[in-house]
């Protein structure tokens, strides 16, 4: 009997060891969000490249100058879209969140005749 409870207690264990590493893995997963910044030089970009990847929660930061966009990844448990919103605009810049389309999917049905 007190095998069986064992047994019993080692498979609970594991279970809750497997529902907290997923529970772990979820809260992890990467935020993105682009933003419309009016940069327009080299030195406005580096200026965003050097400050931005310090605040609390952002993994990458990517400036496109043609485009007029910064693109950050970040961490959702650490930071949010309003507070890099706020870091950017007390570098001096304005900033405009874009919102990402969503994919158009294609139809796959086959016309018959």
Do not use: Y
């Not at 279970?15 to 990467?30: H, L, Y």
Request: proline share 3%.
């Amino acid at each position: 009997m007190k095998v069986v409870q064992i047994i019993l207690a080692v498979v609970f264990l594991m279970g809750i060891q497997t529902v907290s590493a997923q529970a772990k893995k979820e809260a992890t997963k990467d935020g993105s969000v682009v933003f419309k910044v009016n940069v327009d030089c080299h030195s406005c970009e580096q200026k965003i490249k050097k400050n931005i990847p310090f605040e609390r929660g952002v993994r990458n930061v990517t400036v496109n100058l043609e485009k007029q966009q910064v693109a950050i990844e970040f961490q959702p448990n650490r930071t949010n879209k309003d507070k890099l919103k706020q870091a950017i605009v007390k570098l001096g810049f304005t900033c405009e969140e874009v919102v990402q389309q969503p994919a158009v999917q294609q139809s796959t049905k086959r016309q018959t005749r």
